[in-house]
Nanobody, 115 residues
Framework: QVQLVESGGGLVQPGGSLRLSCAAS????????MSWYRQAPGKERELVAA????????NYAESVKGRFTISRDNAKTTVYLQMNSLKPEDTAIYYC????????WGQGTQVTVSS
């Protein structure tokens, strides 16, 4: 059974940091590119960051470049999103996605940036 379980979300003040984790199971993790998406209320889901399966090449949305870092631990079948210098506009539900021959999605974790 495929599972992607996100954790690490919460409430943080502007300028603060959070580290999201996505624990994967039920598929061959190393074959899949991994991504983080987010969806804010009333907006479409958007790509935040992605990392390739083995070479670890990353790409980021312009809005998060220099603030967010995606990484993966293939031994632990986990992908991370380190989020620094958070802004209120980063408030959204963050979803983990595994992509190869098909997509798998997690249930999401809420991130709220507010004073």
């Amino acid at each position: 059974q495929v599972q992607l379980v996100e954790s690490g979300g919460g409430l943080v003040q502007p300028g603060g940091s959070l580290r999201l984790s996505c624990a994967a199971s039920g598929f061959t993790f190393i074959r899949y590119a991994m991504s983080w998406y987010r969806q804010a209320p009333g907006k479409e889901r958007e790509l935040v960051a992605a990392i390739t399966s083995t070479s670890g090449v990353t790409n980021y949305a312009e809005s998060v470049k220099g603030r967010f870092t995606i990484s993966r631990d293939n031994a632990k079948t986990t992908v991370y999103l380190q989020m620094n210098s958070l802004k209120p506009e980063d408030t959204a539900i963050y979803y983990c996605c595994a992509r190869w021959v098909r997509d798998y999605w997690g249930q999401g974790t809420q991130v709220t940036v507010s004073s």
